[in-house]
Structure formats: C-alpha cells, structure tokens
C-alpha cells in the first residue's frame, strides 16, 4: 500500500546511496530544495513526470518507489531483463 512515508525513505536511500545533494536532486528535477525535503519527510508528493524521471534517475521500478513492491527492479541494463527499447531486429 502506498504512504508519502515510505515514499520519502525510500527516495532518500537512493538519492544517498547515489552520493548526491537535495540541492542536486531539485536541479535534476527543475524543483526547489525545500520540495525534495518535503518529498523525503512524506508531506509532499511527486507528480508522474516527477515519479518517472525519478525511475530513471535511480534505475529503480516506479512498484520500489511507490512501495507496491519491496524489490527495486532495475529498469535498465544486463540485471533488469526488460525492454530496453527499440533496435533494427525490432523496428
């Protein structure tokens, strides 16, 4: 079941375990630091362009962030086993 709660402890794992500022984050996103705060102490919620960056940003399922799913589920590369997109063999 989703909780701004476990949205937020989960954002801020990942944007921890990725080394980078709220500063550096709110850049990415093209929103003030306050807001990344807000975000990560559960008083404020991301929008879905907001949520899909983020997926992209970590490489992380938008199931993990939302907390639909405690496995993080790479989006990309040799571990996640999904569609990685478009290439001559299938366009």
Do not use: W
């Amino acid at each position: 079941m989703y909780s701004h709660e476990l949205f937020g402890a989960r954002l801020r794992a990942l944007r921890n375990q990725a080394g980078e500022t709220q500063k550096a984050l709110a850049d990415f996103l093209g929103v003030k630091q306050n807001q990344i705060g807000e975000m990560e102490n559960g008083r404020k919620a991301s929008t879905f362009a907001k949520l899909a960056l983020l997926c992209e940003h970590y490489n992380v399922s938008a199931d993990y962030l939302l907390g639909l799913t405690d496995e993080p589920r790479p989006l990309r590369g040799e571990a996640a086993g999904m569609y990685a997109g478009p290439t001559d063999d299938n366009m």
